[in-house]
């Protein structure tokens, strides 16, 4: 069901995809993932999106975790979808997001093809009012949209939001003051942990966070301590567990994946150190970084200090 015109705030949760030793999804660890997500107060759940492996996943494991999602979600949050690719897929599944009952979609690039401004607005536009959906356009990779395509694609009022994954702050200051609020602005960046001291000035109050799968209250001790000005904390947070980990996600192509895999296995969830190929799994070495990390991390930052 959709709840209202406006794109979810605060920290969004991106669920992965459990897949069990035989490569199949996992529908159990799914829903333990978005409980956990749930328990810990993250603000809306965005299923089978880039954390999800959107790009592996069968049109049947897609309408898996979407029914998981809202079975679990259970009304407590808004669930959106991630819908993008091939342009057919595009419209199929967000037909079928829309079905099922999300309550929008992440639109994520098309697929291989670097388009012009103007193609990539009729991508967008074509899919954007092909449903009644929120739609949530994300800029990334090939698909990024200038100013005056996104302001074009407001006449829409499905359009609720702006997803930056390229960071580019000209870009986004230019966004942000020339359409201001008849959009939100999310921060997507990979560890958008790291950047949110420069977003959150400019009117990105939102962002995904990976490490919510795993240490969810020190994302919010840390987004509390920005939003407080406290920079005694947000500097200790840095140094000690957003750096350091996004170090080690620095060392591979597609560990903005599976290092979350690892760090819910490392932190006691049901899910395995595995993704599937293109995405490789987290190497021995950068496991025990992590694990050391995590271990240092909960002794510095305890649940119970979490700010609720």
């Known amino acids: 069901m959709i709840q209202g015109r406006r ?29 956990f997500l749930l328990d810990e107060g993250l603000d809306a759940i965005f299923i089978a999106c880039g954390s999800g492996e959107f790009q592996s996943i069968s049109q049947k494991e897609y309408e898996q975790m979407i029914d998981v ?7 407590q949050v808004p669930v959106y979808s991630g819908v993008g690719g091939n342009l057919n897929t595009a419209l199929e599944w ?16 098309p697929y291989l093809i670097h388009g012009e401004q103007e193609g990539l607005y009729e ?16 800029q990334r990779d090939n ?5 005056q395509q996104i302001k074009r694609l407001t006449s829409f009022e499905q359009l609720v939001g702006v997803k930056d994954g390229v960071g580019d702050m000209d870009l986004n200051v230019n966004l942000s003051y020339t359409i201001g609020s008849r959009l939100s602005y999310i921060n ?3 560890m958008a942990e790291v950047t949110m001291p420069a977003y959150l000035p400019i009117g990105f109050h939102s962002y995904s ?16 301590a920005l939003k407080t000005g406290d920079q005694e904390m947000v500097k200790d947070i840095y140094t000690t567990v957003i750096l350091p980990i996004n170090r080690i996600r620095q060392q591979r192509k597609g560990y903005a994946v599976s ?30 970084e992590l694990e050391n990390i995590l271990q240092h991390a909960m002794e510095r930052f305890p649940k119970k200090a979490a700010v609720n």
Do not use: C, W
Not at 70 to 75: E, N, P, R, S, T
């Open 7 to 35: 794109a979810p705030e605060g920290i969004l949760g991106f669920p992965i995809a459990p897949f069990q030793a035989n490569g199949q999804l996992s529908e159990e660890a799914l829903f333990q993932n978005i409980q």
């Open 69 to 75: 999602a809202l079975a679990a979600a259970g009304g």
């Open 94 to 109: 967000a037909k079928i997001s829309e079905e099922k009952g999300v309550d929008g979609y992440l639109l994520l690039p």
């Open 123 to 138: 991508y967008a536009k074509t899919i954007i009012e092909s449903t009644n959906l929120n739609a949530i356009l994300y």
């Open 143 to 147: 698909a990024v949209l200038s100013v």
């Open 188 to 190: 997507g960046l990979p």
């Open 209 to 224: 966070s990976a490490i919510s799968n795993y240490i969810p209250h020190i994302s919010r001790m840390f987004y509390h």
């Open 259 to 288: 290092l979350i895999k690892a760090g819910m296995n490392i932190m006691g969830h049901s899910v395995r150190n595995s993704a599937r190929p293109p995405v490789v799994p987290v190497e021995k070495e950068h496991y025990q």
